[in-house]
């Protein structure tokens, strides 16, 4: 595209016109700009996108956006706006020729239950319309190929390619996650949204966002952007959301939600239930699947599907690695790796057991979510009668003892059983011994992540799965 093409369809304050280089592509990050590029440079939390320029141009930029004053250079072009982001965005938007506009684009938002949510919508799209891209924590899958993504929601750039990269692959359906971070650093602005999904909101991210009320906002912005919006009825914040769009669909198990579960039924390693008459089944007992699973089934069932048939696809899927995953032993005790890692999530797994064996639940907290993460979890430790096996899980700036305290105080509390043992396997080892058969141990907060952060972001290889699997065989 031509610099005057660009500029005609782009918001600028100002612009500085020094050569007719034919402008491709477009990044904020001046180590990924290529010849011919233009480079934005973006105010951050960090650091600030103006200082790299330079480097931007000696990588080959030709075009520079900016929003604070620079010196200039001879044979470069300059485009001053009001705000980087944004212009960010819109660059990408025009360059890469809106692809999201070709798709069925499905956002997925909330504090816990995007990556479950969105995986079973792609899982269903694939099994219904052939084909689907899912792009969040676990990477991005166009199809069955999978690459990695340094952020849950990508840079609106990276985005914009992996859109035009599945359209080649005559893929047209895609599901994304969209981060409170995202939403709030225009990640997603111009992205053409069929549906918003709103899963619950709790406390997180209260370093960047301040204020809930300020994290509720970020996660708004999705519904805002999108033609349909599909919310959580039974949560709070849900509720708050549609008050807010009075048209949105609704799902839950409270009266009032458009996709009711009823007839709820948990099996030893199934749950069953009815979704408006029609029956489902899924492989998991763990309560949140369940709205999980209606967000997909509304979503779903919105674009064409019917509930028979999506109900048919869903007794199929598997689930997701470190979602209520059981390991396999012949102790005869429930083993389940899962990444619960905030406190709603803690609450939400431990409702879910069975309420007339013990629950062990080995876990730390990392060193930079809130502290006040940790007398929560501590407190919903004491409050659901589980024994916490306080141990360590990327401590970060801080240390394992301080992280620690902190948890016992929230578990002194209410009074509850705990015992802090720093090693991960050693803890697992413990609680795996000293619970009986049929009783629950719960291997919360790593999930998938494949290191230990000790030493600040200084990473250590590590393998939950791998470090249980040594416990079970010590027993
Ligand atoms: C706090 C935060 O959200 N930071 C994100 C943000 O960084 P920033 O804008 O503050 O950037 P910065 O590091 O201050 O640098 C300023 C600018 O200089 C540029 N730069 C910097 C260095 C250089 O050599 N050259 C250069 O051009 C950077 O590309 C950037 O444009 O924009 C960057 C580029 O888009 C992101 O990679 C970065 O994510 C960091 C790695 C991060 O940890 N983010 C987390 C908090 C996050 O976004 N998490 C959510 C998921 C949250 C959840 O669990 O739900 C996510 O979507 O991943
Ligand atoms: N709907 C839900 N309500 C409460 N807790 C949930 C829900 N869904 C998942 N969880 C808990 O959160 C954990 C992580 O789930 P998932 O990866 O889907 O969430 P996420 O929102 O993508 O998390 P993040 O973006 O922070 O990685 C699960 O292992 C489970 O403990």
Known sequence: MTFDSLVEQIDYIDIKKQNDNEIKSVSNNSKLVEEGDIFVAVLGKLSDGHK????????????????????????????????????????????????????????????????TTATTIYYLMKEIYGNATNIGTDGTFIGDERSDTANTTPDIYLLNKIF???????????????????????????????????????????????????????????????????????????KKAKTKFTDCLTFGKEKEADYRATDIVKNEKTTDFKVNGVDFTINSIADYEIYNKLAAIATLNNMGASLEEISEKLKSFKGLPSRFQYVENDLEKNIIID???????????????????????????????????????????????????????????????????????????????????????????????????????????KGEEHFMKFHGNEKTPYNEMETVKKAIDRQ
């Open 52 to 115: 790299y320029i330079d480097d931007a141009i000696k990588n080959g930029a030709k075009t520079i956006v900016y929003q604070n004053d620079i010196d200039f250079k001879d044979e470069i072009n300059y485009i001053k706006v009001a705000d980087s982001r944004y212009a960010l965005a819109q660059i990408s938007n025009v360059l890469e020729g809106y692809p999201s506009k070709k798709m069925t684009v499905v956002g997925v938002t909330g504090t816990n239950g995007k990556t």
């Open 164 to 238: 035009n990269q599945s359209l080649e692959k005559n893929i047209d359906h895609v599901v994304l996650e969209a981060s409170s971070h995202g939403l709030i650093q225009d990640r997603l602005n111009g992205i053409d949204f069929n549906y918003g999904i709103f899963t619950n909101l709790s406390t997180e991210h209260l370093d960047y966002h301040k204020t809930m009320d300020e994290y509720f906002a970020a996660k708004m912005i999705l519904l805002e952007n999108s033609k349909k919006r599909i919310v959580n009825i039974d949560d709070p914040y849900g």
């Open 339 to 445: 990444f619960a890692h905030t406190p709603r999530a803690f609450e939400a797994i431990f409702e879910s057991i069975p309420k007339d064996v013990k629950t062990y639940a080995v876990f730390g907290i990392n060193g930079d979510r809130n502290t006040e993460f940790r007398r929560l979890i501590g407190n919903a430790c004491a409050k659901n009668d589980v024994f916490a096996v306080i141990t360590t899980d990327d401590p970060k700036f801080d240390n394992y003892e301080h992280i620690t305290d902190e948890i016992v105080a929230g578990i002194d509390e209410i009074g509850g059983e705990y015992e802090r043992i720093e090693d991960r396997l050693e803890a697992m080892t413990f609680a795996i011994k000293k619970a009986n058969p049929g009783d629950y141990i719960l291997m919360l907060g």
